[in-house]
């Protein structure tokens, strides 16, 4: 395991919601958290984080890409401001983004979305 999942115990061990339509993107920052040691729970709609959220599963920070169907969903939106987000946008297809969440504009590499997560996790924790 890398650095950061030096950070977490077995008591302590983060989760982040990834939630987008692109399951390519999905699984590989899923697989990219997954091996530091960090819970990625990958979802492809509003009733997936709604369905985590009931089991228990809060997120510590949410991954989403910024589409117009997930951003028009009134519990994606609650859920961007409730907790730390970095958003995947385009810079071709506009789509109102909610100034508290942080943005990644298309290409993105994997390795940077995980590295901005990463830091905001260990804000969390700080």
Do not use: C
């Not at 009733?47 to 910024?66: K, Y």
């Not at 810079?91 to 290409?107: D, S």
């Amino acid at each position: 395991m890398g650095k950061a999942a030096a950070r977490f115990n077995k008591d302590t061990i983060p989760v982040v919601y990834v939630i987008a339509a692109d399951w390519t993107m999905r699984t590989a920052v899923r697989a990219e958290l997954r091996e530091m040691g960090i819970e990625a729970l990958g979802m492809d709609s509003a009733e997936d984080a709604g369905r985590a959220m009931a089991s228990g599963q809060l997120p510590n920070v949410v991954v989403l890409e910024a589409t117009e169907e997930l951003l028009g969903d009134l519990r994606i939106q609650n859920l961007v401001h409730r907790f730390p987000a970095v958003m995947i946008a385009s810079r071709t297809v506009k789509v109102p983004l909610p100034h508290t969440a942080e943005v990644l504009y298309r290409p993105v590499r994997i390795a940077d979305l995980v590295a901005r997560v990463s830091e905001l996790l260990a804000r969390d924790t700080a």
